[in-house]
């Protein structure tokens, strides 16, 4: 008998591709979207100390009560609202996995962070899209109109967006509550950085999902620590899809950490974001570059005349790493790069200066 286990396999799942991203080496790593400053070395030691002190053969806490007290104080919102989980792509796939089956519409606008519309066709889900606008922005009649007419269960924004860097106001955030009951869920991954929130929202419209990472900000990106803030029905709800001690003990620790050096992951957050204003000046200068407005950590670029693969594999010979998105609706023509220190900036722009050199003298 001739064996065909892949055949068990969802024809959902095997018709897409995962969601991956090709190890590089470089000196300058600008394709993550990362913070360039770490957490303090005095306050590495006292986690590894924290973590030292109690035993590895116990579990964590099933709830880190703790750390969810910390994060309502921290956000402002209440205890039972919030929800920890292991970085917040978990906590997106826990509220895809409590609200998507076969033939579930999802509202996503469009190019956006990959992993919503792969985890609803995942879940047998429909993704319906909706373009962003001609300067990359977002369209908040034309989402509150597809949404509206569909009767959608659930919206997903990412806001500020990944990868355009562009933001949806909170009162249009507002508007997209009230309309329908469907759920809005915010992903804030970038938040600290744009200066704006739904979090306020959340007291007057129980629909409203708000999520957040430490990844970024708060400089844990390897310890993976994400949380949740909503309604206490809908935390209950999404906590079913939870898995169970999905945070660690050593990852809790640090996330308790960086709450309490706020105030230097603060300072970093602002240095991140004057960098940033810096390097679109500068990037606005640089004939057949157009940088677009960002309220995040990163700046997607868009090339006139020179091919982006070529540019991307130019710059990456110059020691410098940035990402490739011409796979994304409407951006082939465009690659992403993160905001890092000074000298990481100072390095990519002269890669990319030497990048397109090369491409003149090429057709000269």
Known sequence: MTMEPLRHIKPSVRSIAAYTLAARPAAV??????????LPDAVKERVVQKALARPWARY??????????????????????????????????????????????????????TLYALLTRVLGGETIRVGLGPELEYQPEELRRVRRELSAPLTVVCSPNNPTGGLLAADELARLCEEADGLVAVDEAYHEFSGQSAVPLLARHPNLVVLRTFSKAMALAGLRVGYLLASPEIVREVNKARLPYNLDFFSEAAALAALAEWPVLRANVEKIVGARDDLLHRLYRIPGVRPYPSKANFILLELAEADPRTVFESVYRRGVLVRDVTSYPRLQRCLRVTVGSEAENETFLSALRHALEERRFARA
């Open 29 to 38: 790593k600008l394709n993550q979207n990362e913070n360039p400053y770490d």
């Open 60 to 113: 964590p806490e099933f709830d880190p009560r703790e750390l969810i007290e910390q994060l309502a104080a921290f956000a402002g919102w209440r205890p039972d609202g919030v929800l920890a989980g292991n970085g917040s792509n978990e906590l997106i796939e826990a509220l895809l996995l409590v609200t998507v089956g076969p033939g579930t519409r999802v509202v996503i606008p469009e190019p956006t962070f």
